[in-house]
């Protein structure tokens, strides 16, 4: 299908202007052969629980994308918001949608992969974006090939969709991605892929298996690690794609359950290594555990102003107990 205008898609909310309110993407070249390339046909795949508040500006920035042959697919867990109703108001454009529960987040991205027909796919979530030209951009200048997973850069906004930051990953190989400490999230470095940048080929995601239904805090981060090992080429196209947005209901926010399934993550994927020597993998699993310790001892230096002053946990736990039984009515 062909990205609808902007004159064919429901007026904004009072208000609302810019990017992708009032904007729309360039169009694709006429002939994609003047370039020497063809526009393969691109999948969307919007996973969705209420996110009402956010779901239209994420719609309206796939749909206005300008690009020749794109196919959406919102998959929603059944909402209780005004997330239906959204979705209904932009359902002629879409090649797929439906709204019942499901068994989360990553259950709906491999249905929507699957039901797609792209070659390449992304996914944005319910409360992120994609960048004005995004695919347009990415077609002119980056192409596509079938054995690369293209990053782009990712764009840092607030609640109200105020910039924040701007994002580069820097993981151009399995080892970068094992390396929690001094490269995914080291904190110069700031290596970490971010997920709204990404498109990967489609029959590739399908080939790994998809995402893992019972990761609930690192899907993504294990999906990369399964297209490292499956021999897949990351390229980092410097071209601005996705849109991150920070606000306080995110998953992200429970940092000490993300970092642990984080670390049971990347431990599980170097053991699979296969192409990583066995002095290095040990290597790695060691830091990934000291990594680990680390941020415990800094956690818990965090939790109150005892744990701060360095008394332990046989002490500070039942005194928080007590404090609490005397704040009772």
Aim: aromatic share 12%.
């Amino acid at each position: 299908m062909r990205c609808p205008q902007l004159n064919d898609l429901p007026e904004p909310p009072p208000g609302k202007k810019g990017w992708p309110w009032t904007e729309e993407s360039n169009p694709l070249p006429s002939d994609p052969k003047s370039l020497g390339r063809e526009w393969p046909r691109v999948t969307v795949v919007t996973p969705s629980f209420n996110q009402g508040r956010f779901i239209e500006e994420t719609i309206r920035s796939v749909l206005l994308q300008g690009y020749s042959d794109l196919e959406y697919i919102v998959i929603d867990g059944g909402s209780t918001d005004q997330t239906v109703e959204i979705i209904k108001k932009y359902s002629p454009w879409f090649k797929y949608w439906v709204s019942k529960p499901d068994a989360g987040q990553s259950d709906a991205i491999n249905r929507g992969l699957k039901i797609g027909s792209g070659e390449f796919a992304a996914w944005i979530n319910s409360d992120d974006m994609l960048c004005k030209d995004a695919l347009t951009e990415q077609a002119v200048r980056a192409g596509f090939d079938s054995d690369t997973v293209y990053v782009g850069d990712c764009l840092y906004v607030d609640e109200k969709g105020k910039f924040i930051s701007v994002h580069r990953g820097k993981v151009g190989s399995l080892e970068d991605l094992l390396r929690v400490g001094m490269v995914w999230r080291a904190e110069e470095y700031r290596g970490h892929i971010d997920q709204p940048a990404v498109l990967f080929p489609r029959f590739w995601a399908l080939s790994v298996g998809g995402l893992n239904v019972r990761n609930h805090f690192t899907m993504d981060y294990e999906f990369w690690g399964e297209l490292f090992l499956s021999g897949a080429k990351f390229h980092y196209t410097e071209i601005p794609f996705g849109v991150f947005r920070e606000h306080n209901k995110q998953k992200t926010h429970n940092m000490l359950r993300q970092t642990q399934s984080l670390i049971d993550t990347a431990t599980q994927l170097t053991r699979r290594a296969d192409c990583l020597p066995e002095e290095i993998k040990m290597q790695i699993i060691a830091d990934l555990d000291a990594y680990m310790g680390a941020y415990r001892k800094a956690d818990w230096r965090g939790s109150g102003r005892l744990a701060k002053m360095g008394l332990p946990r046989f002490i500070v736990i039942p005194v928080r107990k007590f404090a609490a039984v005397l704040r009772e009515p």
